[in-house]
Every structure is written in C-alpha cells, then in structure tokens.
C-alpha cells in the first residue's frame, strides 16, 4: 500500500530488501516434495455410524417380532390342538353317561385307567365331597377348583424309572348328581417343543443382531474410508494441488460415479485455472515494463532544472499513480501465484517471531512519525515449516494496514506464540475497526468499506495475507480488539499432513 512521502519510500525501500533478503535465503536450498499442513478440524458426526446403528435396531426389532409372532401362534396351535383333543373326549364320556348312566361311564373309565402310559390322558370322576370314584388319579388336585372350565397342573408320574413332574392341561365339567369329571391331557412335550421354541427364538435374534452389526460396522467402516479418502483428496486441491483427483474403485457403485463427475469437472476446472493463470501472469508481466519505462522517463524528467511548477506538481502526482498501480499489479500477482503455487513452494523452518520482531523494528520509525506505538509482545522465539518470504510479507501487510488505519496517538501491537502443536500470530490494533458483518468480505480482493474510500489503496492487503494462509493450511480471523481490530493467524507447527504429503526441509 503506497502512503507516499520520503518516510514511506524509505519503510518500503527497506521491507524489499528484507523480502529479497528472505527470498535468496530461501532459494539457498529447495525441498524435492512440498505439500500442505493441516489445521484443526472439529470432530466429525459420523452419519454412516448412526445409519448402521438405526439399520441394527431396525432389523432386530423386526426380526425379533417375527420370531415372537412364529413363536406365539406356534403355542396357540398347539394349545388348540390339545384342547380339541380333550373337548373330543369330554364329548365321549358325556355321551356314554347320557346312554348308560353312571355305571356305563364308571365302565368306561376303567377301561381307559391305563391310557397315562400310552397317551398321557388323566381322568377323574369324584363324588361331590371330593371322594373318588373311577380314573387312574388318586385325589383331585388339591391346587384346582372344580368351578373352573380349564385348568392347568402338575402331578407326578413314573418316567424312565424316577418320579417326574408332568404338566397337564384338563377340562372339568359338572355331572347331574352332584359329581365332577375331570379329564386332561400331559403336556409335557408341548411344554418342552415351547421351551425349544423360546431358546431358537432368543438365538435367532442374537444370531441376527450380530449379524447385521457386523455387516453395519462393514459397510459403515467402508464408508468412512471413502469419505475421508474423498476429503484428504478435497484438502489437496483446496490447498494448490488442482492434478489431484478423486479416487474411483472397480466397485463402479454411486461413490465412483460421483468421483468420475467430479474428476471431469476438475480437469475442466484445472485447464481453465491453467488459462487463466498464464493469461494473467503474461498481461501482468508484460504492464511491467512499459510501467517501469515510464516511471523512468518521469524520474529522469524532474531531474532536469528549470520545470514549471505545475508540471512538476503534475508528474509527481503521475509519479504516485504509477506507484500505486505497480504496486497492485505487483500485488496480484503475488496472490495470484500464492494461490496456484501449491505444491512447489519452497519452505524451510522459519522463526516467525525472530522474523515480526525485525520487521516491527523496521516500522517503528514511520509508527513514531504519526506517534503511534508499535510494539511486540510474544516469545522470543517460535517456528513453523513454510516460506519465509511469504510469511514476512504478510506480517508486513497486517503492520502496514494497522499503521494506515489507527488514528495519530493510537497503539498497534504484534504477537506471536507457540500453542500446543499450532503457532498464533496477533496483530492488533485500537483504531476503528471492521464491523462484524464486513469481516468475511474484506479478505477478497479488491473489498474495502465506504468509510476508507479516501485512504490510499486497493484492499488487496489482507487479501494477500489470506493467500498466504491458505497455502500454509492456516486460518485467519477477524476480530474485535475492543476497541480497533485483532488479527488472528493460526498457523500449524508439525509437518505430517492428513493426505501423507508433507513439507521437507531442505
């Protein structure tokens, strides 16, 4: 930013001979892989973890209803079946009493006393005092009321030459004379088929839920390689690398078919990069000369004597233009190959905060001229992997634009310190500055507020600052300093990145 003025030539005389300084110290020696570091990422909520998790409980509950219905009309047909059974028998002895009376069912009875070894049937016809009268068991079952229709028990019979507890289901009517007929059937084996049904049934959802928590954990796992696969080849091509692309797998399933689209359009997006950077690398180096040309011819002009007034006033303000103009030119080419450098920038390790002390130093003069007080407070010393050059000139445009916009008898201070495995670099100031709702637009080039429009410059400052961010993974905020403005850049220390790609020093 041309401020003009024999002060201000000095200043930026003497930044360039830092920039270059930084520059030839850079060129000293060139790393064979340059590749971008990570920032910070918040934690990802995993979808594909909470998709596979609703898939397991959707699948158990349903196999588990399933299983459960099976399982229950399973036992109501058996129940039916044996109640059938005992209803067709009752049905029988109610005839035979009704044709021969007592002594014709008591006949009956007896006859079918023995029927508990080869059917399991139970019969007992009793006296209305509970005195038994004919059937093989022995009493009435003291747990059974005679007013009940059906009733469950259990007796105790001889099985494999020990005493075994049986289960029975039997109907009980009531007989003219006062006399109840219990007849009923074993229902162990239905018993024991319910038992085995339960267990299959329990095994089979476990059996199910493990499987479908498997197949989640699968198919989730698979996903999330995917993805950040997908988002380590994003963080390239965001950071320089427009030749990487997208993984595509012989799966040829809807993630390869997204991945070939987008392949297709970053080569078109890169061709046209590509274009449009040689087309603006070629126009900005070609306005250089002639620029420079006529810079010269006006310089060698106001040495010769004689000059009126007004024409000197007149090329000194044409002088001033052309500065202004060289240097924005200047300075969108620097963004320009900030952004499309990527991978081939050389980096060394470079103490950041040796290197804003320098140049606080150097801007201290111009600061006391327009009695502003510049100062550093940080550490002594705090390096990152990256390029000097770039990081000294953004540190000079954060201090260039603090300086141009704090108001005579204000304070600017710089900062730099290591935290954890990042280093931050402050500039803050108490000067007017930036609206909240401003803060994400000034950082595009050529964005100024309506306030600064008589200030000298293009906002193409903070701008550079941003580009020289991006390429070093870092982040940059715009903060309220309560009052003026905080600049906040975020830079990461280590030099192992997310994608396996990582600066080398030389």
């Known amino acids: 930013m041309y401020r003009g003025g024999g002060a201000g030539r000095r200043t930026m005389a003497a930044t360039s001979e830092v920039l270059q300084s930084s520059e030839r110290m850079t060129e000293a020696g060139r790393p064979d892989a340059v590749g971008p570091t990570t920032r910070p990422r918040p934690r990802m909520r995993l979808s594909t973890s909470r998709l596979a998790t609703l898939f397991i409980v959707i699948f158990a509950v349903g196999v588990t209803l399933v299983l459960t219905a099976v399982y229950f009309l399973t036992a109501r047909v058996l129940d039916n079946e044996v109640d059938a059974v005992i209803n067709s028998e009752v049905n029988n ?83 003219p004379g006062n006399r109840w007929l219990l007849v009923g059937t074993d229902i162990l084996d239905r018993s024991r088929l319910a038992s085995r049904l339960r267990t299959a049934m329990f095994w089979g959802v476990g059996a199910s839920v493990l499987l479908a928590t498997l197949f989640g954990l699968s198919y989730s796992r698979r996903i999330r390689r995917r993805v950040k696969a997908v988002a380590a080849t994003c ?127 150097l801007y201290q003069p111009e ?72 803060r994400a637009r000034i950082l595009q080039p050529f964005v100024r507020l309506d306030r600064d429009r008589d200030q000298v410059g293009s906002g193409l400052g903070l701008s550079l600052v941003a580009a020289v961010m991006r390429l070093h ?9 309560h009052p003026g403005l905080l600049v906040r850049c975020v830079l990461p220390v280590r030099k192992e990145v997310a994608t396996g790609v990582a600066f080398v020093t030389p």
């Not at 502003?372 to 445009?397: C, K, M, P, W």
């Not at 634009?401 to 710089?414: D, L, Q, T």
């Open 93 to 175: 002895l109610v005839d035979d009493y009704s044709r021969g009376g007592l002594l014709q069912l008591v006949a009956t009875l007896h006859r079918r006393a023995d029927g508990w070894g080869r059917t399991g049937a139970v019969y007992l016809l009793v006296e209305n005092n509970g005195f038994p009268i004919a059937g093989n068991l022995a009493r009435w079952p003291q747990v059974v009321s005679r007013y009940n229709d059906w009733v469950e028990f259990e007796i105790d019979a001889s099985d494999a030459g020990g005493s075994v507890s049986h289960p029975v289901r039997a109907q009980i009517i009531r007989l």
């Open 473 to 481: 993974r870092a982040t940059i905020e715009l903060l309220d300093n």
């Open 235 to 361: 963080e390239s091509i965001m950071a320089g690398n427009l030749s990487q692309r997208l993984p595509v797998e012989p799966a040829h399933d809807e993630f390869d078919a997204l991945a070939t689209a987008v392949n297709r359009m970053l080569e078109t997006i890169e061709q046209q990069t590509e274009t449009l950077r040689t087309t603006f690398d070629s126009a900005a180096h070609d306005l250089r000369a002639p620029l420079y040309r006529a810079r010269v011819r006006i310089e060698e002009s106001l040495q010769h004597e004689g000059l009126a007034d007004n024409v000197r006033e007149t090329m000194d303000a044409t002088l001033a233009e052309l500065d202004r103009v060289q240097r924005t030119l200047g300075t969108l080419l620097q963004i320009a190959q900030t952004d499309g450098r990527g991978r081939d920038v050389p980096t060394e390790d470079v103490d950041v905060a040796a290197l804003a002390q320098e140049l606080v130093e």
């Open 367 to 438: 600061a006391g001229n327009r009695n502003i007080s510049l100062d550093y407070r940080g550490d002594a010393t705090a390096s990152v992997h990256g390029n000097r050059q770039l990081l000294a000139q953004a540190v000079v445009n954060l201090l260039e634009n603090a300086i141009k916009y704090v108001p005579e008898g204000g304070k600017v201070e710089a900062s730099v310190r290591t935290i954890g495995d990042s280093l931050t670099l402050t500039v803050a100031d108490n000067g007017p500055g930036i609206p909240e709702a401003d």
